[in-house]
DNA sequence: TTGCTATTCAACTACATGCTTGAATACCAT
DNA sequence: ATGGTATTCAAGCATGTAGTTGAATAGCAA
């Protein structure tokens, strides 16, 4: 899984990393705050830090004995554009929906686009 | 992993399943078809088109002894919407790249481990 | 019927992931 | 130095995932 988008994606979809990038958006936090309301280990929060970071989602600071973390949302860019080249075909389902649900209740299909 | 955000974005974070969604964006196609520009088994990428399935991505038609796909980019859109929520760190970024690449020559390694 | 094509299932292997516990490291304060 | 706080490492376990092979299912064609 060596690919960045596959990385980032791979790194997103998890809800506690979501979470954490949710509470990272309301500024710095370190790990201990980070893990604060999960009911895992921090142990377990650290390695999921790990895996954003190395997403290249979030950066480590260094202050004192804290390594704080700070959102850093490129990556989301680039899975934006990704997703983008897609755009048309989100809106487009939205006028063929009913066609399709109609196709759903015909025996055969007419597939057009 | 049952959110649905969580399943799109993991059903999206494999090439294989990419490369496949890109070409159901060029029309229709069998198990056969998306297959064949890749080196493993169709059985491999049966499975590939179950995961994309689950996650929304695609639908399955019937026709004679096929069972096509067609992309279903719905689940895209939620998350670009979700990615969106983001937009105004990836934009801040831009502003910030200066001073952060600043900070990567800072005396301040802080490498691997 | 028989056989061909398309697709999936079942069982299996190999490796990745999420989590735990307990020890280690690193920095700060006294 | 001693101890406290913050974080990570190492080992292990349980489960999930990507892939294989070989057999099974299902519809189409003679």
Chains 1, 2 share one sequence.
């Not at 500024?27 to 142990?43: D, I, K, Q, R």
């Not at 973390?69 to 939205?94: H, I, K, T």
């Not at 015909?106 to 686009?113: A, E, L």
Request: hydrophobic residues 40%.
């Amino acid at each position: 899984m060596s690919d960045p988008l596959s990385t980032t994606l791979a790194a997103l979809a998890d809800p506690t990393r979501r979470a954490i990038l949710a509470r990272l958006a309301t500024g710095e936090a370190s790990v201990n705050e980070l893990a604060e309301p999960f009911e895992m280990t921090l142990a377990a929060v650290s390695k999921h830090i790990k895996v954003l970071e190395n997403a290249g989602l979030i950066t480590r600071g260094k202050q004192a004995q804290y390594r704080p973390c700070r959102l850093q949302a490129a990556p989301m860019r680039d899975v934006a554009g990704y997703l983008n080249s897609y755009r048309g075909f989100w809106e487009q389902n939205l006028d063929q929906l009913d066609s399709y649900l109609t196709t759903l209740q015909t025996p055969q299909s007419d597939t057009k686009n």
